[in-house]
C-alpha cells in the first residue's frame, strides 16, 4: 500500500513480534502482563480498523480495485467470517453517530464486542431517543 501504510507498520510489526514470542518462556506475572497488553491493545485495534474500515466503506474503497463492496472484501479477500464482517461494517458504520460510544471504546472500557450489540439497539430507536 501506498501513503498510508506507515499508519499501521507499526502495530504489524508488535504483532509480529509477540507472534514469534514464546508464552511458554515467561513466568506468570510477566505472562500476564504480556496478555494484558496484547488484550489491550487488540482493543484499541479494533476501534482503529473501526474508524479506517468506516472510511473504505464511505467511499466504495475496495469497488475498483477488488470488484465487490466492503463486507464481500472482508469475507472474500481478509478471510473473515460473513457474520463477523458484518458486524464488523456495522459498528463502523455506526461509531460516528455515538461518540460517546467511540470514546469508551478509545479509553478500553468497551470492547467492540460489546458495542455491536449498543450499537444495534440504538439503532432500532426513535432519533429523539438514541442519544447515550
Do not use: Q
Amino acid at each position: 500500500m501506498c501513503g498510508g501504510a506507515g499508519t499501521a507498520s507499526g502495530a504489524l510489526a508488535a504483532a509480529r513480534v509477540a507472534v514469534a514470542a514464546d508464552p511458554h518462556a515467561l513466568p506468570d506475572e510477566p505472562l500476564l502482563e504480556a496478555l494484558d497488553e496484547l488484550l489491550d491493545a487488540r482493543r484499541l485495534l479494533d476501534v482503529a480498523i473501526a474508524k479506517f474500515l468506516a472510511v473504505v466503506d464511505v467511499r466504495d474503497a475496495t469497488v475498483e480495485p477488488y470488484g465487490r463492496g466492503t463486507r464481500a472484501w472482508l469475507i472474500e479477500d481478509k478471510h473473515l467470517p460473513g457474520a463477523a464482517a458484518g458486524r464488523l461494517v456495522n459498528v463502523s458504520r455506526r461509531l460516528s453517530l455515538h461518540p460517546v460510544i467511540s470514546e469508551a471504546l478509545a479509553a478500553g472500557e468497551m470492547s467492540i464486542e460489546h458495542a455491536a450489540p449498543i450499537l444495534r439497539t440504538l439503532a432500532k430507536l426513535p432519533p429523539a431517543d438514541r442519544e447515550v
